[in-house]
């Protein structure tokens, strides 16, 4: 039996038991008529989530929906969100578990904390998708204020505005947190389910960022990660970079390119790229931090057999050259390095 089907198997017999199924893994949901209702993956209390019991009108049981965030899938996928699992591999061998197939392994408690994230770790990716799923589009708003006064154009889905987002000045800060304004955007894995939300807190009366400790600010889980954009066309070129701003600003001379944002080089080097993807560009800054990771992305890339290819500013970032030389000098400076290291592409 294949890999895939056994999958399948699993799927279809956890859906035989669903309802068992949610009463270990969601305790704190309830049924209601053919469906179990519970905040969302994490396994809050709530209405957002549900889970269908019995199979029905063509709709099978053991599918799922949550409302807040608009993800969707079978019970493999809702017990992986569920356990925060690493590796599919740990996912199965908790469904063989429950259904009896297999004895469920004593796990040392290090161990296990090595292997899933804490508590804490998964209520925070489920504050970040109830944060996201809070906010609006960005335009006209000053979210959009924000980037159009940083000369990027290039938008989308992943980015949303929210004008009260809680705000602690620094860890230390004892006093109640306050509620700013910010552009939310939302942090993805390569299926697409929200894994965090990055906070940009902004100052109403400048239309920049807030003066504060670290304005930019992130909830829930990046490593490996990133923000995306996409063109609207089926490609197997990826830009990559590091700050939000950085990324957009060579999507905003770019608008042919799917782009994913790291947010830190740290991260950029720790990406994880898409199936499907031939050959990513990796738009970094112009420093070491930019270099080291760049140069780690590409060792991992090359191993994968993903080409890649090094855009780099002339000034400190993507941001800084859109700035300070435009659009249009910026597309043909990023067609130009693209040519020489061997991208075929019209420049209408």
Sequence with gaps: MSARRSIADLSADLADRAESFCHQYFPEGRKQGTYWQVGDTSGAKGQSLAIRLQAQGGRKAGSWQDFATGEYGDLIDLLQERLGSVT????LREAQSFLGEAPCPAVPR????????????????????????????VLGTLAATYLQGRGITRLGPALRYHPRVFLRQGEDDLDPPQRVPALLAKITDIRGQITGCARFYLDPSTGGLAEIESPKRILGQLHGHAIRFWSGK???????????????????ALLEFDLASCLTATHLGLFIPPPGITRIWI????????????KKLRNQLESLGIACGDLVPELGDFNDDLRAYGRDALRRSLLKAMKAQGLEIEDG
């Design 88 to 91: 599919l591999k740990e996912t």
């Design 283 to 294: 738009a970094r800054d112009n420093d070491e931090a930019g270099r080291t990771a760049s």
């Design 110 to 137: 290090t161990a296990r904390k090595a292997e899933h994230p804490d508590a804490a770790s998964a209520k925070r990716i489920a504050r970040a998708r109830k944060l996201f799923a809070a906010g609006k589009p």
């Design 234 to 252: 089926a490609r197997t070129d990826l830009v990559v970079g590091e700050g939000l701003e950085n990324t957009l600003s060579v999507g905003t």
